[in-house]
């Protein structure tokens, strides 16, 4: 099993350019989330998406939007990127079995915005 | 809504010497994990606990959850440069499958 995969792992853009941030699990969890890390910041967390087709809000969704595709993947699109955005980015799937609840990030990618 | 307090921010030691962190939740927790981020990487999951006053060890690691179960800690016992990295906990309650994660504790160890 891959667990969480992301791409890409760095990116530069430039402000106001847009794009996709990719990713995927591949071990069958209803949830999936999408956080930002920055310096001091700790994790804050953009979107999240319970299960297929839902997607919410988590502390800073401004200037993203979100796509669950299906099951396994869960995409995050930046649509006019600002120096703000600068950060890098985590995407992480939620196990909740019996006895124990555990996330699982993917690499995480770099982005940076000039 | 739910906060979670990590103290300290960052702790700098000499190998060998003892660490803790700590976190403190606003509201009653269902369980709390800790994960591990090393320099560069992605977290990684290392516990979880879910009963009051649960204690739990990983070898040179000590994870107690509190009476209230409002707050918890990691100890490292005579740390190695190997425990460099950045230590989150997070917290979650009731059916919540959102954790709340502390800002994390930053552990630098001096050879």
């Known amino acids: 099993n891959a667990g969480v995969t992301q791409t890409p792992k760095f990116q530069v853009l430039k402000t106001g350019q847009s794009m996709t941030l990719q990713c995927a699990q591949d071990?069958?969890?209803?949830?999936m989330y999408w956080y930002r890390q920055d310096p001091g910041m700790g994790l804050r967390l953009i979107y999240y998406?319970?299960?297929?087709?839902?997607?919410d809000k988590g502390e800073v969704p401004n200037g993203y939007n979100v796509s669950r595709l299906n099951k396994r993947e869960f995409s995050l699109r930046l649509e006019s990127a600002a120096p703000s955005q600068t950060s890098v980015y985590f995407c992480?799937?939620?196990?909740?079995?019996?006895?124990?609840?555990?996330?699982?990030f993917g690499p995480g990618t770099r982005l940076l915005v000039l | 809504g739910q906060q979670v307090m990590q103290i300290p921010q960052y702790q700098h030691v000499q190998e060998g010497e003892d660490f803790t962190t700590y976190c403190n939740s606003s509201?009653?927790?269902?369980?709390i994990q800790w994960y591990k981020q090393r320099p560069g990487g992605h977290p990684v999951f290392l516990i979880q606990?879910?009963?009051?006053?649960e204690v739990k060890k990983q070898k040179r690691l000590t994870f107690q959850f509190g009476e209230a179960k409002k707050n918890s800690s990691l100890h490292i016992t005579a740390t190695q440069t190997t425990d460099v990295g950045t230590y989150f906990c997070?917290?979650?309650?009731?059916?919540?499958?959102?954790?709340?994660f502390g800002r994390g504790t930053s552990l630098i160890v001096h050879p």
């Open positions: 992480a799937s939620y196990k909740r079995g019996r006895f124990q609840e555990t996330q699982y």
């Open positions: 606990l879910v009963k009051s006053g």
């Open positions: 997070a917290g979650t309650s009731g059916g919540s499958y959102i954790p709340t």
């Open positions: 509201t009653t927790l269902s369980n």
């Open positions: 998406s319970a299960s297929e087709g839902t997607t």
């Open positions: 071990m069958n969890h209803n949830s």
